[in-house]
T-cell receptor
């Protein structure tokens, strides 16, 4: 078990470009979360998957954002027509629905800089 | 909606000393979980300690312990015998106990940056 991985770790893009991030959860984890963390703030919930189904999206997730989790394994988060306000750390976390606490394990994050 | 407040943006402690980080929260729920997460510089967030609201006993994990005051909606973290490796951003987080939609998202505070001085 290598933990939750995210790629790329850093992404610099120009305003208006599209970007895609990938998250690979711990293999047996069926729940997957995306959070966004801006400077000086704690992570904020973006969206949640149980297996391949996207069950909840935050109002923070504008129409320019889309997330997928094909086959209930890895997940991708795409941002279209990036804006400077999208600059943030994007965190992925996974958990297993068994057990009593559903502890979330976090990846190292993808830091996005929009110039 | 639940909110989590960490009123100390930064704290410092001398190595081997004890430090307490504060957290308050607001909720109308009676059952929930509270967590402290540690985020070292450029490294991933890891769980330090958790507390179930229905348990009166304060959680303890080695040098880390909490003071959970349910009526006051307060959840502080005490780090004893501080070590250089404890230097990190610490986040307090809230999670509902039961979600009909099965979304157990975390609600975080803004964090407290802990510096450990040698």
């Amino acid at each position: 078990d290598t933990g939750v991985s995210q790629n790329p770790r850093h992404k610099i893009t120009k305003r208006g470009q599209n970007v895609t991030f990938r998250c690979d959860p711990i293999s047996e984890h069926n729940r997957l979360y995306w959070y966004r963390q801006t400077l000086g703030q704690g992570p904020e919930f973006l969206t949640y998957f149980q297996n391949e189904a996207q069950l909840e999206k935050s109002r923070l997730l504008s129409d320019r954002f889309s997330a997928e989790r094909p086959k209930g394994s890895f997940s991708t988060l795409e941002i279209q027509r990036t804006e400077q306000g999208d600059s943030a750390m994007y965190l992925c976390a996974s958990s297993f629905s068994g057990g009593d606490t559903y502890e979330q394990y976090f990846g190292p994050g993808t830091r996005l800089t929009v110039t | 909606a639940q909110t989590v407040t960490q009123s100390q943006p930064e704290m410092s402690v001398q190595e081997a000393e004890t430090v307490t980080l504060s957290c308050t929260y607001d909720t109308s729920e009676s059952d929930y979980y509270l967590f402290w997460y540690k985020q070292p510089p450029s490294r991933q967030m890891i769980l330090v300690i958790r507390q179930e609201a229905y348990k009166q006993q304060n959680a303890t994990e080695n040098r880390f312990s909490v003071n959970f005051q349910k009526a006051a909606k307060s959840f502080s973290l005490k780090i004893s015998d501080s070590q250089l490796g404890d230097a990190a951003m610490y986040f307090c987080a809230y999670r509902t106990y039961y979600s009909g939609g099965s979304n157990y998202k975390l609600t975080f505070g803004k964090g407290t940056l802990l510096t450990v001085n040698p």
